[in-house]
């Protein structure tokens, strides 16, 4: 760990201090032309005591707008305080859990894993588009049918077409026979470009995509492609368990990652988190921002700074070994569960890296489910699995309360 350190609330509340005073101050500067200042006075009042304790409420009272992408070239100067701690943020995560080398990634906090996954495939259609004279239709999406909806989305709003690539079906693993066929399929139609959305656990079963097969079939059929992970969900588990791994930046196919810190970190919403090799994020720059100083160069404009403050704090109460102890207890729990279910007969989907189980939906009514909201992977039609998450809120005791009903279906 280079950067990823556990930091004493004290320590963390006076850094944060600081760099909120090194952001504007609209009672002491007088600044006259940016549509920004801190939070209305006579709802959120500056003054509050409890604000005294808590860095992070003092960070959204002061309200720094991050507008823009502040790992390259220069940034609105009015929040140089906060922009630093979201570049050590980006930092952090690249280098300390997905292995970049230092000073190789850009990155910004996006509303959510939704945002940075549209953001990936943003760049990587203008890059066809820019680098080859590629037609929209040129290009294909790939994903595996596990793939969270946001791809979908993505193919919608970039108008590009979108092929879920098939699993098995109990093992969740990318069928490499069909994903030969709708690469030849498509290539033959004309596709010359590829988009692959590679997971680092899918949001229903936790089952991760070996990046490998699709650089193989890819790389056998000779067609340029780029390859982002979604790490919506899993980023901040699956290579923190098990760092010896292939979907981090030591796989040289992997461009760009999502994360998610308002899942498995317990941050608040609005901080997803995308981070990409250097020299990609210029594809998507929009010259016409031209009142934005610096490179507005992100899907969202005006977003909070007080978010990249929020999962910064979470980063550093723990420190790498506290979070690997949190991960630990999860997992414990997952694997506790794992084994009534094993010992019950009961067939579920699990990858041991991650704290979800997807049961198959034979051995569980749907009362009993409503009951325990259980999540199946369909809410229309008749579900084929039901999945339990083990977050913190998740014990053992409430494992085995769900588990001894199981028992009598
Ligand atoms: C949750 C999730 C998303 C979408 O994230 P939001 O923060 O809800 O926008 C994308 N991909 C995966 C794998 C997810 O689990």
Redesign the pocket.
Known sequence: MQFWKKISQEECSNYIDKALNNNVDFSKRVILGIPVSKLDGRVFYEQASFLKEAPFLRAIVQNPNHIGCHTLSESEVFFKGTQQIERELIELIAVDIFKAEQGQSDGYVA???????LQAVWIYRNYFIQTFNAKHSDILILASQD??Y?VVKAANLMNLEHIAVPVQEDTRVINEAELDRIVSEAKQRGKKYFIVLC?V???MFGSVDNPDVYVQCLTKHQVPFKLHL?????GFIYPVVNPDNNVNFTNEHVSSI?L?A??MLQAP?GT?IFIARKGLMQYVFTKEASYVNGMDITLSGSRSGANAIAVWLILAAYGPNGWYEKLKMLLYRTKWACKQLDEKGISYYRNPSLNIIAIKANHVSPQLAATYGLVPDAHHGAAKWYKIVVMEHVEVEHLQLFLDELRMQ
Do not use: L, M, Q
Not at 111 to 117: F, L, Q, S, W
Not at 230 to 234: N, R, Y
């Open positions: 509303a959510g894993g939704t945002e940075a996954n793939t969270h946001s997971n656990a899918t949001t979604d790490a919506a969900f899993g999502t998610d308002h899942k919403y997803g």
